[in-house]
């Protein structure tokens, strides 16, 4: 059974930085494509950032230059460090599996957990 937990959010000024993480379960981070994704208040679920088995990594033009996303094997945990927080990044972060865009940044995911709340304001 697929489990993605995701910690690390919280409040934070503009141009501050957060970590996200997110523990899986049922499978290792190294054998899938692991997402980062969001949903912005009130809009839907957009593509972030993805890792890929061989550890290439790919990210929405907004983030770039700003996150960075990377993966611990032996705690099979994925991460998000988010740096140069700007307000239009506050939404709820989820951790994802099995993901397609349909048009970008619009994604649709068979797994995600429950999210962690980013908050970026004075």
């Known amino acids: 059974q697929v489990q993605l937990v995701e910690s690390g959010g919280g409040l934070v000024q503009p141009g501050g930085s957060l970590r996200l993480s997110c523990a899986a379960d049922?499978?290792?981070?190294?054998?899938?494509?692991v997402y980062w994704v969001r949903q912005p208040p009130g809009k839907g679920l957009e593509f972030v950032s993805v890792?890929?088995?061989?550890?290439?990594?790919e990210y929405v033009d907004s983030v770039k230059g700003r996150f960075i996303i990377s993966r611990d094997s032996a705690k099979n945990t994925v991460q998000l460090q988010m740096n140069n927080l700007k307000p239009e990044d506050t939404a709820l972060y989820f951790c994802a599996r099995n993901c397609r865009v349909t048009t970008m940044p619009t994604i649709m995911c068979e797994y995600r957990g429950r999210g962690t709340q980013v908050t970026v304001s004075t």
């Open positions: 049922g499978f290792t981070v190294t054998s899938k494509w």
């Open positions: 890792i890929k088995l061989p550890g290439t990594t």
